[in-house]
């Protein structure tokens, strides 16, 4: 696929993914979506994390209304269940980490879009908002889904109903984020988080998701089931001898990631 809504470079083992619709505020538009899934899909194969992040002043704004003739003529369950969901279920079911750089505002459908990742860090500068009940919506885009179970429901229900600016450092306390960053660190700060997961044991990163999926539907037992199960695939990795290895001769790991 031609990109034109976003750039796509790997380097490093790490493929980092830009909206690049700066003019618009990195609005949602159909060509977004699908250009956003292909290259996250893409950098789950070529690449050991991915890091997703905006171009300009934002990170996203979230849906483009623009994007069609008239708000009133969007068909936003269909938009939703064939565009939203395979992008969202990109990000979450990536086979690698994905880190979410949060270069400004994400707003609506953008600031979900954020949550769907991994890890989620942002510039102190940045915030978040659930702003569909503004225009008469409810949040979407795995927002119902994210933020309950990141922040709690009583924080969850007032940043739905009030739809109130997050700011980022008011989401990292909330624990809706992982952290905030000052303005002036944050893109070396980025590059050394995902340099950080690109040397490391990839195949262990994969059932970490995995594990702690599983466990938002599973009592105890099942969980520990689960972590039985994906521990035991853990230690027939080379990336486990290669720990045990580095531990015992005091060194870093030198980390395949397989």
Known sequence: MIYDTITYA????????????????????TQMRAEITDAVNR?????????LTGEGRAF???????DRETAANLDLERVLRDEYVPMLKAIHDCP???ICAVNGAAAGAGANLALAADVVIACESAFFMQAFTRI????DAGGTWFLPRQIGYAKAMGAALFADRISAQQASDWG?????????????????RAAQLASG????????????????GNDLDEQLAVEARLQGECGKTRDFKEGVVAFMEKRPPAYEGR
């Open 10 to 29: 790997v380097a490093e083992d790490i493929a980092t993914v830009t909206l690049n619709r700066a003019d618009v505020m990195n609005a949602l538009n």
């Open 43 to 51: 950098g789950g194969r070529e690449a050991r994390v991915v890091v």
């Open 60 to 66: 996203c704004s979230g849906q483009d209304l623009g």
């Open 96 to 98: 690698v980490p994905v």
């Open 136 to 139: 008469g919506l409810i949040p």
């Open 176 to 192: 809706m984020i992982w952290e905030a960053v000052p303005d002036a660190d944050f893109r070396a700060h980025v590059a050394a």
């Open 201 to 216: 044991p990839t195949a262990a990163y994969a059932r970490v998701k995995q594990a702690m999926e599983a466990s938002m």
